[in-house]
């Protein structure tokens, strides 16, 4: 069974520009979560879509936004690109059965904003 | 105000010996435990849980130890082996909910 997959993998934006990536569940998942990593602030949870829902957020500006498709998958975006949203965006997804939470994550896409 | 605390930032131990990962945590409402390895240039790959339940879970070389009342949990990993050099994250989340509070992680390195 393929895995998340993520795209693209590396990017570079400018200061002010907005950027949407994409994310790919592994088939079958329901959920799909996004999370920013730096090396700052570690691994931070952005928000998690369930059939098309936002259905949790975490404390991120209303810069950073995402939505899912009635296939799963998922895109994010941040708009108006400041220099310390320069991370890592991961995506993860799981089946969202009662009483398992495991999540299984995509490689990541490097985002680098100058 | 950080949640969870993994307070070693590196582990070196030798190959064949026990690796012991610790994890702290403030909030008595996480009731779901997890950790995940990362190596670089590559996405956390998901190890083992445990929920609140249980205090011992076992998958092959890794165990993973929860003491609620100390608000503690550590991984074991026995026998260590060199592919086992990764960062090591424990991530906790609670009623049902899919947000993962993530430490900061630990990186180990097991020499051969």
């Known amino acids: 069974k393929a895995g998340v997959t993520q795209t693209p993998r590396y990017l570079i934006k400018t200061r002010g520009q907005q950027v949407t990536l994409s994310c790919s569940p592994i088939s079958g998942h329901r959920s799909v979560s996004w999370y920013q990593q730096t090396p700052g602030q570690g691994l931070q949870f952005l928000f998690e879509y369930f059939s098309e829902t936002q259905r949790n957020k975490g404390n991120f500006p209303g810069r950073f936004s995402g939505r899912q498709f009635s296939n799963s998958r998922s895109e994010m975006n941040v708009s108006t690109l400041e220099l310390g949203d320069s991370a890592l965006y991961l995506c993860?997804?799981?089946?969202?059965?009662?009483?398992?939470?495991?999540?299984?994550f995509g490689p990541g896409t490097r985002l680098t904003v100058t | 105000d950080q949640q969870v605390k993994q307070n070693s930032p590196s582990l070196s131990v030798q190959e064949g010996r026990i690796s012991i990962l610790n994890c702290d945590y403030t909030?008595?409402?996480?009731?779901?435990f997890l950790w995940y390895k990362k190596y670089p240039a590559e996405g956390p790959t998901f190890l083992i849980s445990i929920s609140s339940i249980k205090d011992k879970n076992e998958d092959g070389r890794f165990t993973v130890f929860l003491n609620k009342s100390a608000k503690h949990l550590s991984l074991h990993i026995v026998p260590s082996q060199p592919g086992d050099s990764a960062v090591y994250f424990c991530a906790l989340t609670q009623g049902g909910s899919e947000k993962l509070v993530f430490g900061k992680g630990t990186k180990l390195t097991v020499n051969p």
């Open positions: 909030n008595s409402m996480f009731d779901y």
């Open positions: 993860a997804s799981s089946f969202d059965l009662g009483g398992i939470y495991e999540q299984y």
